[in-house]
Nanobody, 115 residues
Framework: QVQLVESGGGSVQPGGSLRLSCTAS????????MGWYRQAPGKERESVAS???????NYADSVKGRFTISRDNDRKTVYLQMNSLKSEDTAAYYC?????????WGKGTLVTVSS
């Protein structure tokens, strides 16, 4: 089993920044796909950013140039640096980890962007 714990959410004004963290624990073999997803009220969950075991990153068009995903293999942690936040970034952000065909999700951390 793998457990994921997200942190770093909060309230920020438009134009501000936040850094989310997701730490994995449990039976982890190497560093596989990890991604950040978000779900706004009344909307479907969507992919925000991801990073593969080889370090390849991918971003949703809506966050390109503003968000950066990175990882610390030793800490088994993936980060999402979010800059120039907009009101439309308001959502619950979830971490996802895929290993050996198994799909794990964190419980989410809430990001609110409002003036």
């Amino acid at each position: 089993q793998v457990q994921l714990v997200e942190s770093g959410g909060g309230s920020v004004q438009p134009g501000g920044s936040l850094r989310l963290s997701c730490t994995a624990s449990g039976r982890i073999f190497g560093f596989n796909y990890m991604g950040w997803y978000r779900q706004a009220p009344g909307k479907e969950r969507e992919s925000v950013a991801s990073i593969t075991g080889s370090g390849t990153t991918n971003y949703a068009d809506s966050v390109k140039g503003r968000f950066t995903i990175s990882r610390d293999n030793d800490r088994k942690t993936v980060y999402l640096q979010m800059n120039s936040l907009k009101s439309e970034d308001t959502a619950a952000y979830y971490c996802r980890f895929i290993q050996g065909g198994m799909d794990y999700w964190g419980k989410g951390t809430l990001v609110t962007v409002s003036s």
